[in-house]
């Protein structure tokens, strides 16, 4: 079996399968690249997981994810703070042990507001400068700090950052490390889209391009409400052209948080991806 | 009983109430100004529901709902903008029978991408036609068209219309008399709130404000997930200046889709609807 060349399995797709076995998964079903999550990282040990992915001759194209810091200051920041700085030593460390081509670049999500705090626009600033903090880390590693808005669903307790124009004020203030995360599923709605991708793309700043199908009805857990792209409602030719035309030529992972493909076996999984990806994705990279 | 003179209580609010008695929920509860839906007056037919109306005393400050009009060129588009033609009748003859002060407001929400249709700008973009054409209707009844942007939740299934700022594109495009609704539910997480309800005001194009909650976690019909002022995350306070500042003096309607709230006696929904529009927008109403 093959897959598409840029094609990344992304982790969270087969979210139950133990990371060795998660490689395997891939690797069997032809994928050159993988996008790692750190709690299955975790259950190994970072050492284990760097042994898993050289022996894997895949492609790192991601670290899923750190941020979570819209705390107030106090003990609650620096514990996400200090957090952050181990998935950028962790990233760096995958990122090294992958197939030539991996990308050293960390995903970070926002956070939601904290309990009871009602200040979107607070929230918001303390990402910023939380990022902002983060920053010299990242530089010293070698890695890329990539901010993903999520969609506008999630403001309130997951991710204050909404939009990729937003991400990309945030990264541009900060540095030029910092950069942003396409993700399908957050931002195909988003009456900006074109311009802000393509001012992504003249900056530099499109660090991971993630593709997954937006289904309705949603789910119980709107969490969950991700599906194989051309399932649902993305014009993924329209995005795809994009974020090609923005000049991005990185590996694309396959990131499907759904109950019933966490259930399916994996391999079925994988195979279903790599054609779903031929199908919607694929004809239109340049 | 009495009630903030600037609240109206929102026919949704109490869903399953007929018109009749809705009108006397408002009224008995101390409210001056009624949010009417188009269903419960079709269910007593136009003449009686304008006989109720002129009865209750009350103010009508909107008609909710049109719109849908995102078909593509047919006989479905056609039976949209002939059901909308009606809507624009409804609304004069609703507002005329209202106390003085009734706003002849038409809300409108755009609707979501017809089966199988990906072309989200496509769809927008024949939203905007429909509002067109149908704005000389408008303008000849005395009525205004008021283009409600709804939460990207809904982007696929129910309003391609996501942000404040694309309904501002698509009524300043269109005619002087297209304006749009400020939802709090529907537009909190927008990183350019400010700007939009500023842009909105100096063009006289905010015809109306809602006010209710997003509730975490969302229900399982995520619809659902609204909820009285002050239980969940919005900042009423900040959008509410933002809208005072911006010089909007009209009603302000409480629209809560939830379903406890449609499951309670009706009268005490009004009762914690005016309790807590009292502590959450009415101290930052200039």
New interface residues.
């Given amino acids: 079996m093959s897959a598409h060349p840029r094609l990344s399995l992304n982790q969270a797709t087969i979210k139950y399968a133990p990371l060795a076995e998660a490689l395997d998964v891939a690797r069997e079903a032809g994928y050159t690249s993988f996008g790692a999550w750190r709690e299955p990282v975790a259950e190994v040990g970072l050492d284990r997981a760097v042994e898993l992915v050289k022996a894997s001759g895949l492609r790192v194209s991601s670290l899923c994810r750190a941020g979570f810091f819209t705390a107030q200051p106090g003990a609650a920041r620096q514990t996400a703070i200090d957090d952050n700085r181990r998935a950028i030593d962790e990233t760096a460390a995958l990122a090294a042990a992958g197939a030539p081509g991996s990308a050293p670049v960390l995903v970070l999500v926002a956070g939601g507001?904290p309990a009871g705090d009602?200040?979107?626009?607070g929230a918001?600033a303390r990402a910023a400068e939380a990022i902002a903090e983060l920053a010299p880390a990242a530089r010293a590693a070698g890695i890329t700090l990539a901010i993903e808005p999520m969609?506008?669903?999630f403001?309130?307790?997951r991710g204050v950052v909404?939009?990729l124009?937003?991400a990309l004020?945030i990264a541009e203030s900060v540095a030029p490390e910092v950069a942003v995360v396409v993700d399908t599923y957050h931002v195909?709605?988003?009456?900006d889209l074109a311009a802000q991708i393509a001012r992504a793309g003249a900056s530099g700043r499109i660090a991971s391009y993630q593709v997954c199908d937006?289904m309705?009805?949603?789910s119980?857990d709107?969490l969950l409400s991700r599906g194989y792209m051309g399932d649902?409602?993305?014009?993924f030719g329209?995005v795809t052209r994009l974020v090609a035309d923005a000049g991005y030529d990185g590996d694309i992972e396959v990131e499907i948080f759904r109950q019933e493909i966490w259930d399916a076996p994996y391999a079925e999984v994988a195979a279903r991806v790599a054609a779903a990806f031929d199908e919607t994705v694929a004809p239109f990279l340049s």
């Fill in positions: 507001l009602h200040d979107v626009v918001r969609h506008p669903i403001a309130a307790d909404s939009t124009g937003q004020d195909w709605w988003d009456p937006w309705t009805p949603l119980a709107s649902g409602h993305i014009d329209a």
